[in-house]
């Protein structure tokens, strides 16, 4: 019996303990330091369509009874790679194989003041924090730092809240660039800039946030103030400490560079944020259907070298991207065609209700859908 351990219980640990369940010689191993599965594309609408929280995560200890693994709620802290161990906060796990599936967090750069003060959008945690917060009427503005996807759609979505129940407050999104959403197509650009100007939505390019204080000023490189402001911190991603203190090459952003089976050593693969892929030249985007194809592949390859068949490679199939915005007009790319408006917003929450985990979760997500229009 083969022991393979995961580390991470997102799209790509998940997909990979899905595959092995198929397997009778092999012990699967999942450790996450949560104790449920967070829905992350979801996340906005916790705030603007009011997704209960519940709906948007899974409890691990309930998957792994599905798909027949292992749980141990705990923190990875090192791994050993020569000794094929795993040490977590109180315990210490051998592996034969073993998958990095640990996704990707918040990027600060290093700036305790914005850590510490600003809200973030990693976990139904902090989304639910930014609702609570919103709900309470405390805050005069709301500054997003980070004119990406995740931030565009989380302005999109207090936007929506604040409109529903009669409140007039200012939305700001900072960029540092010069354009939104810095590596889409112009027209995608053109299209979400309208859309915000539309809603009320102030954009401030070539702007940085300088300072947050704990009297609640934001301060902008442009000298602005806000004063009474929520700041929600949307403007960088990259793997964590775990995967940074690993001695194998990284990007910028602290994505493992794979090889095409998704390897780092014979035994050592990575999927999902945590795994750079090259596709086209360009770096794959993080994403979820690109995580659960890469765990799944993880897995396949992991099955395929104890049989001692050749690897596949990995291969992405790119079903496309959407900028989703909660007044319902969003854009992106669908198998290859550009669409704008409610074809996007519909895929968007279609994808959202099938690769969710459970029933339970899916019937609980279309309800909320349906009941918050
Ligand atoms: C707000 C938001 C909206 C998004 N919207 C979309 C979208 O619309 N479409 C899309 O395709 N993608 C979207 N994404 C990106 C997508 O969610 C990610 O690409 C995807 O979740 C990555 O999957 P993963 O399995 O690699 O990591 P994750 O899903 O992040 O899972 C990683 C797991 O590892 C665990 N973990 C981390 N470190 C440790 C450790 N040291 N020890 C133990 N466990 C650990 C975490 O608790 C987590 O459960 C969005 C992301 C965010 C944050």
């Given at each position: 019996m083969k022991k393979v351990l995961i580390i991470g219980g997102g799209f790509a640990g998940l997909s990979a303990a899905r595959r092995l369940n198929r397997e009778r010689d092999v012990s699967v191993t999942l450790v996450d330091k949560n104790k449920t599965s967070h829905f992350l594309p979801l996340l906005p609408d916790l705030v603007g369509r009011r997704i209960p929280p519940s709906f948007l995560q899974c409890s691990l200890h309930d998957l792994s009874r599905k798909y027949g693994f292992s749980f141990v709620q705990d923190n990875v802290t090192s791994v050993d790679f020569k000794g094929n161990m795993v040490k977590t906060a109180s315990l210490s796990i051998?592996?034969?194989?073993?998958?990095?599936?640990?996704?990707?967090?918040?990027?600060?750069?290093?700036?305790?003041?914005?850590?510490?003060?600003?809200?973030?959008?990693?976990?139904?945690?902090?989304?639910?924090?930014?609702?609570?917060?919103?709900?309470?009427?405390?805050?005069?503005?709301f500054v997003i730092a980070g004119g990406g996807y995740t931030g565009i759609e989380i302005a999109t979505h207090i936007c929506r809240f604040l409109a529903k129940n009669k409140q007039e407050k200012r939305i700001t999104v900072i960029e540092r660039a010069g354009r939104l959403l810095a590596n889409l197509p112009e027209e995608f650009r053109h299209y979400s800039e309208r859309n915000l100007q539309l809603m009320n939505i102030d954009i401030l390019l070539e702007t940085t946030v300088k300072d947050v204080t704990q009297d609640r000023k934001v301060v902008l490189s442009n000298g602005e103030v806000f004063s009474n402001a929520m700041l929600i911190w949307t403007a960088g991603v990259k793997t964590g400490d775990l995967i940074g203190n690993?001695?194998?090459?990284?990007?910028?952003?602290?994505?493992?560079?794979?090889?095409?089976?998704?390897?780092?050593?014979?035994?050592?693969?990575?999927?999902?944020?945590?795994?750079?892929?090259?596709?086209?030249?360009?770096?794959?985007?993080?994403?979820v259907q690109f995580s659960l194809s890469e765990g799944l592949l993880a897995a396949e390859n992991i099955i395929r070298t104890m049989k001692k068949k050749p690897l596949k490679p990995y291969r992405p199939v790119d079903l496309g991207y959407v900028v989703p915005m909660a007044n319902g007009r969003s854009c992106g790319i669908v198998l290859g065609m550009p669409v704008y408006g409610?074809?996007?917003?519909?895929?968007?929450?279609?994808?959202?209700?099938?690769?969710?985990?459970t029933w339970e979760n899916r019937i609980g997500i279309l309800k909320s859908l349906i009941k918050g229009g």
């Open positions: 051998t592996f034969d194989f073993l998958i990095l599936a640990s996704g990707s967090q918040t990027n600060f750069y290093g700036q305790e003041n914005l850590k510490n003060q600003a809200f973030s959008l990693g976990s139904v945690d902090d989304a639910f924090s930014i609702l609570e917060n919103v709900k309470q009427s405390l805050w005069d503005n690993m001695d194998y090459k990284k990007t910028r952003q602290g994505r493992l560079v794979v090889d095409e089976y998704l390897r780092l050593d014979e035994c050592v693969f990575a999927a999902g944020d945590v795994a750079h892929i090259e596709h086209k030249g360009l770096a794959l985007r993080m994403g409610c074809i996007p917003t519909f895929l968007h929450y279609f994808m959202g209700i099938y690769r969710s985990w």
